[in-house]
Structure formats: structure tokens, C-alpha cells
T-cell receptor, first 117, second 112 residues
Framework: SAVISQKPSRDICQRGTSLTIQCQVDSQVTMMFWYRQQPGQSLTLIATANQGSEATYESGFVIDKFPISRPNLTFSTLTVSNMSPEDSSIYLC??????????????FGPGTRLTVL | GNSVTQMEGPVTLSEEAFLTINCTYTATGYPSLFWYVQYPGEGLQLLLKATKADDKGSNKGFEATYRKETTSFHLEKGSVQVSDSAVYFCALKNSNTGKLIFGQGTTLQVKP
């Protein structure tokens, strides 16, 4: 399994500011994913972050709003830029690893709860 | 496109009651199906999965059967406990892209 930590666990921010969320994994992983979970809604994939290449963004998400860094195989950051109240969500980091049964399994971090005033 | 629909919550049950959370999906190809659970204050954890039609996933007393004919993957447990209180997410993995697509989540509250 994977142990994934995120910082901060929660934050309250003013509109127009930016917040960088960190994700640390205890294993080396090729692909890391960033999801958003808006209040009362499902998880939505923001982007896939591969080490050594540009992140791949899903429809509706752009690099200027959600820049991502992936400097090595155990770490990634997601920045929420020029925030508005609509960005209030839980942001989750996720990785895929081979589990003890030998299958690919997707593991999730505890999430960062962001409130924008 | 691919999508997952879950029954709306919250679902409130008494301890030892029978649980069903409905999940239906729309997908092209042959997706794998999953149930994830999110306990209060924690991240998502894989609860169970099924990779092909008629497979039954099971874990911690929970079960779900991959029904291709009804495009469903309903979650069941015979006797719930207070500790099962959590949010449950049904998901499918697109066989072409490998991306997880989630349902909207169902909150389960079990009262003693």
C-alpha cells in the first residue's frame, strides 16, 4: 500500500490569493493524480502529473488556474491560483501502485479542505 | 460517455440493519468497478472491486456483484455497525484511459 500525506490539511483563504498544496508519497510512483471534491459532489479529476513531463489536464481545467509541479517520483504540488469562493473544495492527491495481491490499485491522500472567503 | 450514478443519501440505519446502496453505470468497453469508502476525516480507501461481469467483490462484510445485464454494482451488507458510518463512492475505471470516474457518493449513518 501507499502512505500519502498532504499539506495543509485545511486552509481558509481570501479571494484573489493562491494556495499551494503539497502531496508526499512514501513510494516512488510514475503517475500522480489531483482530484477536486466540491461540496456535496463527486470527485472530479483535475490533472495527471507525470514526473519529468508536463501535467495533462482534464476538460474544464487549465494550467494557469491549477499549475502543477512534479519534481521527483515521490512529490507533487497543486496550486490553486487567483482563488474565488467557487474554488472551495477538498483537493485530493492520488497514486496508482501494485498492491499486495499484485493488482494496480489507486490510493488517495487525506485531502486538503479549502475554503475561500 | 462513461458515468456512474448512485442512490442519493443520506442513508440512516439502525445497527444490525441490512444495507443496500444502489449504483448503476454507463460505459463503453469493459470497465472495472469499485466501491471506495471515506471515513470521517480520512482519505478514500478501496473497499472492494470487480473486474469482469458476474465477479463478486467482498470485504469487511460488504459485497457487490458486477451485473452487466443491468449495468449495476450495488453495495450490500447484511448487518451494519456504527463504525460503518462513512461516505461510500461507486466508481468505474475506463478500460481505454485507465481513469477513475466516481459517482456522487452516498452518506451512510448508522445509529446504535
Amino acid at each position: 500500500s501507499a502512505v500519502i500525506s498532504q499539506k495543509p490539511s485545511r486552509d481558509i483563504c481570501q479571494r484573489g490569493t493562491s494556495l499551494t498544496i503539497q502531496c508526499q508519497v512514501d513510494s516512488q510512483v510514475t503517475m500522480m493524480f489531483w482530484y477536486r471534491q466540491q461540496p456535496g459532489q463527486s470527485l472530479t479529476l483535475i490533472a495527471t502529473a507525470n514526473q519529468g513531463s508536463e501535467a495533462t489536464y482534464e476538460s474544464g481545467f487549465v494550467i494557469d488556474k491549477f499549475p502543477i509541479s512534479r519534481p521527483n517520483l515521490t512529490f507533487s504540488t497543486l496550486t490553486v491560483s487567483n482563488m474565488s469562493p467557487e474554488d472551495s473544495s477538498i483537493y485530493l492527491c492520488s497514486v496508482t501502485l501494485i498492491n499486495v495481491e499484485g493488482y494496480n490499485e489507486q490510493f488517495f491522500g487525506p485531502g486538503t479542505r479549502l475554503t475561500v472567503l | 460517455g462513461n458515468s456512474v450514478t448512485q442512490m442519493e443519501g443520506p442513508v440512516t440505519l439502525s445497527e444490525e440493519a441490512f444495507l443496500t446502496i444502489n449504483c448503476t453505470y454507463t460505459a463503453t468497453g469493459y470497465p472495472s468497478l469499485f466501491w471506495y469508502v471515506q471515513y470521517p476525516g480520512e482519505g478514500l480507501q478501496l473497499l472492494l472491486k470487480a473486474t469482469k461481469a458476474d465477479d463478486k467483490g467482498s470485504n469487511k462484510g460488504f459485497e457487490a456483484t458486477y451485473r452487466k445485464e443491468t449495468t449495476s454494482f450495488h453495495l450490500e451488507k447484511g448487518s451494519v455497525q456504527v463504525s460503518d458510518s462513512a461516505v461510500y463512492f461507486c466508481a468505474l475505471k475506463n478500460s481505454n484511459t485507465g481513469k477513475l470516474i466516481f459517482g456522487q457518493g452516498t452518506t451512510l449513518q448508522v445509529k446504535p
